[in-house]
C-alpha cells in the first residue's frame, strides 16, 4: 500500500517570538518542490495582528496552544505515514512528532539537526522553541507535555550538529543520556549517526533540520546572520558551523539506514526579505 505524505505548511512565529519566521515559513512553501500528496496550512495569524502575553512563564502560550491543537487536527484528518513541515520556529515539530511516535513507537528514531537541544523549560527561557525536544520526551510545561501521548525515549534521539551547550543543556543531556554528534563529526562522516541507527534497532526516521545549524557567515537566512549585529549579540549561545553540503551528507547517510518518516524545516530567517518587504511598503505608488 502505498504511503501517505501530509505536507504542513506551519508559519508559527509566536514560538521564538520572532515576528520574520512567518516570512520565512511562506518563503520555504514557495522554494519547495510541488507536494505529491495532501497539503494544509496550520492558521496563524500574521505579526502585528496580535500582542503576545506571557502565561505560566511562555511568551504567547494562548496563541501556542491554540496552533498546536490546530496542527494536530490537520494531521489527524489525514493521519500521514510521513509528514513535511515547513516552519516557522522550532516548535512546529511537537504535533508532527507526537503523531509520528503514535504510529510508529519505539521504532522511531529522531535525528535533530541543531546547534541547540531545545530541552529547555519555562524556568530557564521564555520563547516555547526552546523547548519542544524536552517536552516530546515528557518535560516541561504540561500543557506542551499533554500532546505527546507516545513520550520520546532519550536514547531514540541523536542531536547533530550541537556544540557549547549552555550549563542547563549540558546537564539535560547528561542526565538522559542523549546521544550527539559534534560538528567535526559530522563533517567528518557521522559514523556516530549510523551506529546510533544500529544499536537502537530504528526502522523510521522523523528528521528535525533548523537552520541555524548552519554557518552564518556561510547561509545567510538564519537568525545569526542579522545584518549589522554586533560579535556579542546572542551572548553565549551556538552559532551553526555547517554547511549545506554537510547536512545533505548526513540526512542522506542516515535515511539509507532507516526509512525517512518526518522532516521538519525551522527557523528559516530571510533577512534580505523581510528588509526588502519593509522598503516595498514605504515606496511610492507601492504603499
Known amino acids: 500500500m502505498a504511503k501517505t505524505t501530509l505536507r504542513l505548511s506551519f508559519p508559527q512565529w509566536q514560538g521564538g517570538n520572532n515576528p520574520p519566521y512567518h516570512l520565512g515559513s511562506l518563503l520555504l512553501s514557495f522554494l519547495a518542490p510541488e507536494a505529491k500528496g495532501p497539503a494544509e496550512e496550520v492558521p496563524v495569524a500574521a505579526p ?10 511562555i511568551t504567547g502560550k494562548p496563541q501556542i496552544i491554540g ?8 494531521i489527524e484528518k489525514h493521519d500521514p505515514d510521513a509528514l513535511v513541515v515547513l516552519g516557522g520556529d522550532c516548535l512546529v515539530s511537537l504535533a508532527p512528532f507526537a503523531h509520528l511516535l503514535n504510529k510508529y513507537g519505539d521504532k522511531l528514531g529522531v535525528l535533530w539537526v541543531d546547534s541547540h537541544p531545545d530541552v529547555q523549560t519555562a524556568e ?12 516530546l520526551i515528557g518535560t516541561g510545561d504540561k500543557d506542551l507535555v499533554d500532546h505527546v501521548t507516545y513520550r520520546l525515549s532519550p536514547s531514540k534521539i541523536m542531536i547533530a550538529g550541537i556544540h557549547n551547550p549552555l550549563a542547563y543543556e549540558s546537564d539535560y543531556l547528561s542526565s538522559h ?5 559534534g560538528p567535526e563529526q559530522v563533517k567528518a562522516g557521522a559514523r556516530e549517526v549510523l551506529e546510533w541507527i544500529a544499536r537502537e534497532k ?6 528535525h ?5 548552519l554557518d552564518p557567515s556561510l547561509f545567510r537566512s538564519v537568525l545569526f546572520a542579522r545584518p549589522g549585529r554586533g560579535e556579542h549579540d546572542f551572548g553565549d549561545v551556538a552559532e551553526g558551523k555547517l554547511t549545506i553540503e554537510d547536512v ?3 540526512i542522506n547517510q542516515a535515511t539509507s539506514a532507516a526509512e525517512p518518516v518526518g522532516l521538519t524545516l525551522a527557523e528559516h530567517m530571510p533577512w534580505d526579505m523581510v528588509n526588502l518587504k519593509n522598503m516595498l511598503s514605504e515606496l511610492p505608488l507601492l504603499k
Request: aromatic share 4%.
Open 48 to 57: 502585528g495582528s496580535q500582542s503576545l502575553t506571557e502565561v505560566d512563564g
Open 67 to 74: 496552533q498546536l491543537k490546530d496542527a494536530a487536527a490537520l
Open 124 to 135: 530557564q527561557y521564555s520563547n516555547a522553541h526552546a523547548h519542544v525536544l524536552g517536552a
Open 177 to 181: 543520556n542523549i546521544p550527539t554528534s
Open 202 to 207: 530504528i526502522e523510521y526516521l522523523a528528521i
Open 209 to 213: 533540520l533548523d537552520l541555524d545549524v
Open 248 to 250: 545533505l551528507r548526513l
